[in-house]
């Protein structure tokens, strides 16, 4: 099983959306919603920001959004903070019954 | 508050044997499955496997198959990753979490704090 593809890098400035890709195939983010991403600082574990393609838990900002269309999930931040300046990360349940993570990807604040 | 507690950081040599723990609470631990999320140094995040504490079921990932051990003792609420004999290419962060879902493996909603294990001569 291939890792999910994500791209290696995007940024943006404050104030301003950006969006990461997290592309899968038919057997992943392709026929299940069980799609989620985390967003991880340097030496902090990772944490939940969208679950279920679109789902925000509670404490998460809605400046974060989900959606997917075939194969491809993602993930949107709107209004940049620098705070945003993370790794993230997809991932998704797939039709053997295990769990693919995306490659990562990481956001830089400029 | 629901929270997950990883055991200490561990430094071993190759071909020694290791078992890390996870210990939830703040909710029930029998119907959440937890997974173990691998981090090499400077890499992504890799799932190994998870298991249902209320009924052991387990799943691992193909890469990780016969490689670790993932165990449950739902009595004092803790889950294991265990190895029999470790590599140096095992020097990683590990990560327990919970999984949302029942007879899917959902998002991980709480994460443990990481082990980190060094395999070092």
């Known amino acids: 099983q291939s890792a999910l593809t994500q791209p290696a890098s995007v940024s943006g400035s404050p104030g301003q959306s950006i969006t990461i890709s997290c592309t899968g195939t038919?057997?992943?983010?392709?026929?299940?919603?069980?799609v989620s991403w985390y967003q991880q600082h340097p030496g902090k574990a990772p944490k939940l920001m969208i679950y279920?393609?679109?789902n925000r838990p509670s404490g998460v900002s809605n400046r974060f959004s989900g959606s997917k269309s075939g194969n491809t999930a993602s993930l949107t931040i709107s209004g940049l903070q620098a705070e945003d300046e993370a790794d993230y990360y997809c991932?998704?349940?797939?039709?053997?019954?295990?769990?693919?993570f995306g490659g990562g990807t990481k956001l830089t604040v400029l | 508050e629901v929270q997950l507690v990883q055991s200490g950081a561990e430094v071993k040599k190759p071909g020694e044997s290791l078992k890390i723990s996870c210990k939830g609470s703040?909710?029930?631990?029998?119907?959440?499955?937890i997974g173990w999320v691998r981090q090499m140094p400077g890499k992504g995040l890799e799932w190994m496997g998870s298991?249902?504490?209320?009924?052991?079921?387990?799943r691992y990932s193909p890469s990780f198959q016969g490689q670790v051990t993932i165990s449950a003792d739902k009595s004092i609420s803790t889950a294991y990753l265990q190895w029999s004999s470790l590599k140096a290419s095992d020097t990683a962060m590990y990560y327990c979490?919970?999984?949302?879902?029942?007879?899917?493996?959902?998002?991980?909603?709480?994460w443990g704090q990481g082990t980190m294990v060094t395999v070092s001569s």
């Open positions: 991932s998704s349940y797939t039709s053997s019954s295990t769990v693919l």
């Open positions: 979490a919970r999984q949302l879902g029942y007879g899917v493996l959902d998002a991980f909603d709480i």
């Open positions: 038919i057997s992943d983010v392709g026929v299940y919603n069980y």
């Open positions: 279920e393609v679109s």
């Open positions: 298991i249902y504490p209320g009924d052991s079921d387990t």
């Open positions: 703040g909710y029930s631990f029998t119907s959440y499955w």
